[in-house]
């Protein structure tokens, strides 16, 4: 069994995003970039399998982005990966996640061994749209379970059992392998990388890919595209109101009615 995680390289939720003057992205020189949260339950489930399995032959980490985007990789290979893919031409460089997929299904089936299981995370923090592991799914005509919080795989590796979080119950699905899954936060805790860890990574092969290798000219060019973005607008200053219950109340409704408005 072969595992392919899907990665990105994100801003860390802790820093301090700018919005650049044009409004076309945000100012990256000097921005804190992370491998992903939600794609690290990704790497770690893969990791843990090939751990607990001997049909698990190979766990690769991948990652659509430029130059930098291969310390997301670095990440993951520390954590136990044991190759990864990097696809890296600015021509794929693009804020559509249904645009990324298909440049990433495109990879993908360019791989002759082909994988049986594809772990992605719920999502990416920075986009926040969930959209490439469903239409990763799509375009590579797999099944697809998302928000896991369980997995159990049958011994001979061709069926699984998932368990997901639905309003008021638990939803359990069974499917055959392969198949495409995208994890929900809590599934699994993500191992910390040790620095010798970090240093063994970087002997671990990389294998870059533009679009000369996958074809990517001819890649889907429709969807959601990114025409700008703002930061959000200032909170207005806080209006206290003070005196006796009865005036507060007063005001207060006065407030809302004629001020705010929404009464």
């Known amino acids: 069994m072969r595992i392919l995680t899907i990665t990105k390289h994100v801003p860390d939720s802790n ?30 489930l893969g990791v843990q399998l090939r751990e607990k399995r001997k049909d698990v032959t190979e766990v690769v980490a991948l990652t659509l982005g430029p130059d930098k985007a291969s310390e997301a990789l670095r990440v993951a290979l520390a954590m136990g990966c044991d190759s990864a893919i990097h696809i890296n031409d600015p021509a794929f460089e693009s804020n559509n996640e249904l645009f990324a997929a298909d440049i990433i299904a495109k990879a993908i089936k360019k791989d002759e061994q082909g994988f049986d299981l594809i772990l992605c995370g719920k999502y990416n923090i920075d986009l ?21 919080q369980g ?31 995208t994890l929900e ?55 206290l109101i003070e ?5 507060m109340a007063k005001e207060l409704v006065r407030v809302l009615r004629e001020e705010a408005k929404v009464v």
């Open 185 to 239: 936060k809590g599934f699994v805790v993500p191992r910390y990388p040790s620095l010798p860890n970090l240093m063994k990574a970087k002997r671990k092969p990389v294998k870059v890919l533009t679009s000369a290798d996958i074809a990517g000219e001819d890649a889907l060019k429709t969807g959601t595209n990114l025409e700008s973005i703002a930061p959000p607008p200032p909170r207005p200053e806080c209006k």
């Open 243 to 247: 005196g006796e219950p009865d005036e």
């Open 128 to 148: 926040d749209a969930g959209a490439v592991g469903p239409a990763l799914a799509e375009f590579l005509d797999l099944p697809h379970v998302g928000a896991l």
């Open 151 to 181: 997995l159990e795989i049958s011994e001979d590796g061709k069926h699984f059992t998932a368990r997901r979080r639905i309003e008021g119950a638990e939803e359990v699905v069974e499917c055959d392998l392969p198949a495409l899954l």
């Open 15 to 44: 820093a301090t995003v700018k919005v650049l003057p044009d409004g076309s992205g945000i100012e990256t020189n000097g921005l804190k970039l992370v491998l992903d949260p939600f794609d690290e339950f990704g790497v770690e």
